[in-house]
């Protein structure tokens, strides 16, 4: 019987998506609201980490009221969706996407942004047709990704976790990887800095392009 062909299965937000500058202007605005000093790209790298609450409470050393982190959340989206609109894909996102595809590999995304926002977004590039399911968050935000990942894999036909590869930018990713099965590669051109990533126990690459190279080899 022939095996399952390779499965990459591609974060959107740092990821696929360069949108780690308008992710800063609308943290810093979030933060604004209750007070806390802005916080620099280097800083937001070494901190971050979901679920978004703990990455909350290690800047102010406690964790938000419900009252807070309602008032934050609303206003990092109310900002994110103003700064996105400069935003695209990652330096050579489009290519690598059409060379897996052009190889006969499948490929899909999983974000835990909006799944609502997510569809007309990836339309909008014109990048939908390269995958064979586009799912993004459908509940409250600031969960974890595994049960997302889980649900998502076991919904493609023909698609074997032992066989996929995650390319994220956030730890979260690698373990909803290896709570799925599947392998995980993580960028350090989003969320995370190379340091914080590293703890995860998969490989950390900088570039998308050596992303793909070791999913393929990962997934060999």
Known sequence: MRKPAAHIVWDWNGTLFHDIDAVIAATNSAFAE????????????????????????????????????????????????????????AEGAEALLAAWQGAGRSQSILSMFGH??????VRGLGIASRFIRVEGRTGPSGGSKSAYMVRHLAALESVEPGRTVVIGDAADDAVAARDAGAHAVLYTGGSHSWSSLAVAGVPVVDTLAEAVQVAEDLAA
Not at 54 to 73: C, I, K, N, Q, S
Not at 116 to 121: F, Y
């Open 34 to 89: 209750i007070g806390l000093e802005p916080i620099t790209l280097e800083r937001y790298r070494e901190l971050y980490c979901v679920p978004v609450p703990v990455f909350y409470e290690r800047l102010m050393g406690r964790r938000p009221t419900e009252a807070e982190w309602l008032v934050m959340d609303a206003t990092f989206h109310r900002h994110y969706t103003e700064q996105r609109v400069g935003c695209g894909l």
């Open 116 to 121: 609502d926002e997510l569809i007309p977004l």
